[in-house]
């Protein structure tokens, strides 16, 4: 993406995408041309791998629509190497405090904000053919913090003033998880979690997202506040879509 679609990235506005969780860059390539404004290629439960990332970027370029990587962990070269690859933004699972923040923060950025590595000769620079006279020019990643556990929606107001995160984004299978698997701990229902979190977002100026599995709950959500929101995926839509079939065909 150029610096102006960057930009609209940070927009105060609702921002649709989806998962995409097969490692398909044909899928890639339709959820890209449908108009989507982002995705997100999973590798932290996606069935690709990491070698599977790199020609789904190539599938998406162009398209006018954000990609954005969940890497499976907060390590340094993973989140280095999607963004040389070309990913426009990154989403970090499980960050529960705003010293992981602070973490994922400094392993996307390049100096003096951050630790990240660079490489004039990186696919995100055309091979070398677009690397900018002024190296402050290059646009920084989007950066979602995904607030998964309880811990992490108790210290939800902290990560979002962490400098370099953009967007506190709900992991609900997680955070569900856990409010259940430690009920003990849990100070608030999921839906105190939501409102805690959006409220959190909000105080600090930055974005909230979440994904979302049905569009009945779209309205609910977002009138909390949440603007980065995710339908589905793309195993679950064809999973319904062989299940309707079978329903539909057998008796």
Wanted: glycine residues 10%.
């Amino acid at each position: 993406m150029n610096m102006t679609e960057h930009a609209q990235l940070r927009e105060p506005k609702t921002h649709l995408g989806t998962w995409l969780t097969i490692g398909s860059p044909v899928i890639a390539e339709l959820a890209a041309e449908v108009g989507l404004d982002w995705l997100l290629i999973d590798l932290e439960h996606g069935c690709g791998s990491e070698a599977a990332l790199f020609p789904q970027l190539q599938a998406i370029r162009n398209a006018g629509t954000a990609a954005i990587v969940r890497v499976g962990a907060p390590h340094p070269d993973l989140i280095l190497r999607a963004l040389d690859w070309g990913a426009d933004g990154i989403m970090v699972p499980h960050v529960s405090s705003p010293a992981e923040a602070e973490a994922c923060v400094q392993a996307a950025h390049y100096p003096p904000r951050g630790r990240r590595g660079v490489s004039r000769s990186a696919r995100a620079y055309g091979y070398g053919l677009r690397w900018p006279a002024d190296p402050t020019a290059l646009p920084a990643p989007l950066l979602m913090a995904q607030i998964e556990t309880i811990e992490g929606v108790e210290q939800a107001p902290a990560i979002a003033r962490a400098d370099g995160i953009d967007v506190l984004f709900v992991g609900p299978a997680d955070l569900n998880f856990d409010l259940q698997a430690r009920p003990a701990l849990a100070v608030h229902t999921y839906e105190g979690c939501l409102q805690r979190v959006a409220a959190a977002a909000a105080e600090a100026g930055k974005a909230c997202g979440i994904l979302v599995r049905s569009a009945a709950d779209l309205q609910a959500v977002q009138a909390l506040g949440y603007r980065w929101l995710a339908m589905g995926s793309d195993l679950a839509l064809l999973r319904e879509g062989f299940r309707q079939i079978v329903g539909k065909t057998k008796p």
